[in-house]
């Protein structure tokens, strides 16, 4: 991960990982409140209900006790009228008594008329449960409470129900009567409800202000981000162009040198060695030979000299222009390595500052090193050209190629391309590389910002 990249995490991250935990611990303390909250609210209507249930039992128990304490235990005009007492004790639709012996025969239901007579000792609801049974126990217990599925007369669904139980000992009897809790259920379920929407409540009113944040954190490190890349890319092309501007400058001095130094100390030394050949007697052939080679040896050395002169620093381009520099490196060129090279050139409108005229020439002297060492072509040529808004250079190549990279001078080859690149890049150009098995052709293009009209040429010459 590169380093801006790091800051950015490390600045967001740690501010992303506050809200959610924020939010987390609001959540989990929303959720344990609601919960908790729900589950009282159940319990305390459970409680209702069995109080509910509680009274109702009493209610009927006083209705049948003048009857139940005044009769035998085989009493049937006693039971008869206990019977009839406990049908006509509704409180609702799906409010009613309920009356099995011992045994599980079934001796009073106002709802379910097909009951009575029958034994429903092994009746079990869609729980598994032996729900009369249960009752029956919970009634010789001294009453008790049983929760069961029953089917609910007012809508003929089979919903979770609570009763309530009491025995009648002398007659063997269980009396009972209970309550639905499906709107118990339907309250809880809309408790539920009603939390997941807090829920969703609070983590929108969290997203409408942690976004917000987060964007703002993070547009401001992009902005610091990029307002620092962009120092540092400043200061790096900055330092690039004083390093290519100290080595011209270095060429430049040795280039001096050797041309007014060394050269010039090269050149006496041959007059001399001439001298000395003219003066050395004719029949001493030895002696002559041997100047003669030593004579040809140091005119190959002032070549050299010259040479790598010219290359540092050609005084053709600081004297007669770029365009008459590049007919000079071509023909040298072509001189040296036996490739057939052709130079294009138009007249220009405007002249290139110096900075730019040394940055084309050493882009085309970079190019024609590449050509020779790696191309393998037989023919090159080099066009310059200037439009309304740029000047350009094409130099194209008939030789094997090489990889471009997706037109990415970068990925297409080594140093060479990488300087070249740097050199336009500094004054607002680019460098273009089209490479295939057929050649290849690089492209120099230079804005018109590089370029001064006549008058200020004229001007400078003047001064």
């Excluded at 003929?156 to 009897?173: M, P």
């Excluded at 209970?178 to 118990?184: A, E, R, S």
């Excluded at 942690?210 to 990029?226: D, H």
Aim: proline share 2%; with cysteine; net charge neutral.
């Amino acid at each position: 991960m590169k380093l801006r990249n790091q800051i950015l995490a490390l600045a967001v991250g740690p501010l992303v990982f506050a809200i959610l935990a924020i939010t987390g611990l609001i959540t989990w303390q929303s959720l344990t409140l609601a919960r908790t909250s729900i589950a009282a609210f159940e319990r305390n209507m459970l409680a209702a209900k069995e109080t509910e249930l509680l009274n109702l039992t009493n209610l009927a128990i006083s209705a049948i006790r003048s009857v139940y304490n005044e009769a035998g235990a085989d009493d049937e005009a006693a039971k008869a009228e206990v019977k009839r007492i406990l049908s006509s004790l509704d409180y609702g639709e799906d409010g009613y008594f309920f009356v099995y012996d011992y045994n599980g025969t079934n001796v009073v239901h106002p709802r379910q008329t097909f009951r009575p007579g029958h034994n429903w000792l092994d009746l079990t609801d869609p729980d598994g449960n032996r729900v009369i049974f249960e009752l029956i126990r919970k009634a010789k217990e001294g009453g008790g409470l049983f929760q069961y599925k029953w089917e609910k007369p007012s809508t003929g669904e089979t919903v979770d129900k609570l009763s309530f139980a009491v025995g009648l000992e002398k007659w063997r009897w269980m009396i009972g009567t209970g309550v639905y809790l499906d709107d118990v259920f339907v309250a809880t379920a809309a408790a539920k409800t009603e939390l997941r929407r807090s829920i969703g409540q609070t983590f929108l009113i969290v997203a409408l202000f942690a976004l917000p944040a987060v964007l703002i954190v993070f547009a401001t490190c992009m902005m610091l981000n990029r307002r620092q890349q962009r120092t540092a890319d400043g200061k790096l092309k900055e330092l690039a162009q004083r390093i290519i501007d100290t080595q011209e400058e270095e060429r430049l001095r040795i280039a001096r040198e050797l041309h007014d130094g060394i050269s010039q100390n090269l050149v006496g030394v041959r007059f001399a060695i001439d001298l000395a050949r003219r003066k050395v007697p004719a029949e001493n052939a030895a002696a002559v030979e041997a100047i003669g080679k030593g004579a040809h040896a140091l005119n190959d050395a002032i070549k050299e000299v010259r040479r790598i002169s010219h290359d540092l620093r050609p005084r053709v381009l600081d004297d007669l222009g770029l365009t008459a520099a590049l007919e000079a490196l071509i023909a040298h060129f072509s001189e040296r390595t036996g490739i057939a090279t052709t130079l294009e050139s138009v007249a220009f409108k405007h002249m290139l500052v110096p900075e730019a005229r040394v940055a084309l020439y050493r882009v085309a002297q970079e190019a024609l090193t590449n050509i020779e060492r790696h191309a393998g072509a037989t023919k090159v040529n080099l066009r310059f050209a200037s439009s309304g808004s740029k000047v350009q250079m094409e130099i194209t190549d008939n030789g094997r190629g090489f990889p471009a990279g997706d037109g990415d001078t970068r990925a297409a080859g080594g140093l060479g391309l990488r300087n070249m690149e740097e050199r336009m890049t500094h004054f607002g150009g680019r460098l273009e590389v089209e490479s295939s098995r057929r050649g290849t052709v690089l492209r120099a293009i230079l804005p018109i910002s590089t370029m001064k009209d006549r008058s200020t040429v004229h001007r400078e010459a003047a001064e």
